[in-house]
């Protein structure tokens, strides 16, 4: 049997009106991205939605859009896939990072408080595999030190806290439509926002600075980080069944955690308080991890790392932008222990329990 780590699902729909989307010929930015935009946004219930050539420009564009300055600082979690912090430093904004819990793997709120100083005027939480962060806490430290909340949420599309979608919380929330999330436009991401003037802020910025609706008004330096049609296609036809699809992956995982609780050696990532996982990732912590990722191969089952701990990685290390103390112990630990099971809508239960089986062979 071989079994993939993450398979994404493309109905059969998106090849019938692919055809007739080349033979229209408009295959950059236009009417499918602006339904892919409406459709997510109607999905998450939010304000604006701005869709981008992929999470890390649609990060770029938002710490942009902050205009801040180099001495300025943002903090984030060691616990992350590069592309978190990446597009800060590329601008030459100063990162600190700080750790997780060990737990449910996202950014700690009391190392949070303890690390804000008057540089502070932004933070890059990560809600980890499609975990939700305590926005509660969140918010009540946004309100009395006054930063802005950027919410990583790459992963994070359909969660839940308190009943309310993630993107209506934090002041920018970006999501990744990559193929080893939960729907895919192949490339893809997008930013949601509750200003107006940030929505517009952000349209101009990516489509080259134009004003919007002004042809031939170029009212900031821009870029071209634009969605094209092709791609939003995609997000269109999966976006409309995503409930049935994230349906499928929560009965997948509580299967897993039937199966997968108690067992000695073995951890399974937690969920918040008041929160629904969205589980675009199920993962665990084993004692001897790389071992079983190539045990498991054998055995034709693809598993994966969950995050990396940035601390440790050569371009942070030593760059003179990022800081952060020595011990960061939760995402050193976590960068050598998590591993990521294979989960997606068209796993049959019957490839499930022979990855359950495969596993408990080798911890
Ligand atoms: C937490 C996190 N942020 C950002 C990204 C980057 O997303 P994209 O590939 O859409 O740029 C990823 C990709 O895996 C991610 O896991």
Same mark, same amino acid.
């Given at each position: ?136 806490k969140l918010l ?83 870029? *071209? !980080?634009?969605?094209?049609? @092709?791609?939003? %296609?995609?997000g269109i036809k999966? $976006? &409309? #069944?995503? =409930?049935?699809? +994230?349906?499928?992956?929560? *009965? !997948?995982?509580?299967?897993? @955690?039937?199966? %997968?609780?108690?067992?000695?050696? $073995? &951890? #399974?990532? =937690?969920?918040? +308080? ?9 993962? @665990? ?7 079983? $990722? ?10 994966q790392i969950g ?57």
């Amino acid at each position: 049997m071989k079994i993939p780590l993450a398979k994404p699902f493309i109905p059969n729909t998106v090849l019938k009106e692919m055809k007739s989307l080349i033979k229209k010929g408009f295959l950059t930015e236009g009417n499918y991205t602006r339904e892919f935009e409406k459709s997510v946004k109607e999905f998450i219930n939010c304000k604006y939605c701005i869709a981008f050539t992929s999470a890390t420009t649609a990060l770029e564009a938002t710490i942009r859009a902050l205009n801040l300055k180099s001495t300025d600082e943002i903090i984030a979690p060691n616990f992350s896939y590069p592309a978190t912090i990446s597009p800060a430093l590329i601008n030459n904004i100063k990162i600190k990072l700080i750790d997780v819990d060990i737990n449910d793997y996202n950014i700690c709120i009391k190392d949070l408080e303890n690390n804000i100083t008057k540089k502070t005027r932004a933070i890059i939480p990560v809600s980890v595999f499609g975990n939700s962060l305590q926005y509660d806490k969140l918010l009540k430290l946004r309100k009395k030190y006054n930063f802005k909340i950027i919410e990583d949420a790459a992963a994070a599309l359909g969660t839940s806290y308190k009943n309310i979608k993630v993107g209506n919380f934090a002041d920018f929330t970006i999501f990744s439509f990559h193929p080893r999330k939960s729907i895919t436009t192949g490339e893809g991401g997008i930013v949601t926002t509750k200003k107006k003037s940030e929505a517009e802020w952000l349209k101009m910025f990516k489509s080259f600075g134009l004003m919007n609706n002004k042809k031939s008004k170029f009212e900031i330096v821009g870029s *071209n !980080l634009k969605m094209s049609n @092709i791609n939003a %296609l995609f997000g269109i036809k999966q $976006i &409309q #069944i995503y =409930k049935k699809i +994230l349906k499928q992956k929560k *009965n !997948l995982a509580k299967n897993y @955690i039937e199966q %997968l609780s108690g067992c000695k050696n $073995i &951890q #399974i990532q =937690k969920s918040t +308080l008041g929160s629904e996982h969205s589980y675009q990732t199920f993962c @665990i912590t084993v004692e001897n991890r790389d071992q079983i $990722i190539k045990k498991m191969r054998k055995d034709g089952i693809e598993t994966q790392i969950g995050y990396y701990a940035l601390s440790e990685q050569n371009a942070f290390r030593k760059n003179k932008n990022v800081s952060f103390s020595r011990t960061l112990r939760n995402s050193s630990f976590l960068a050598k222990h998590t591993l990521a099971l294979p989960l997606y809508y068209e796993m049959k239960v019957s490839e499930q329990n022979y990855v359950i089986k495969s596993l408990k062979k080798y911890i």
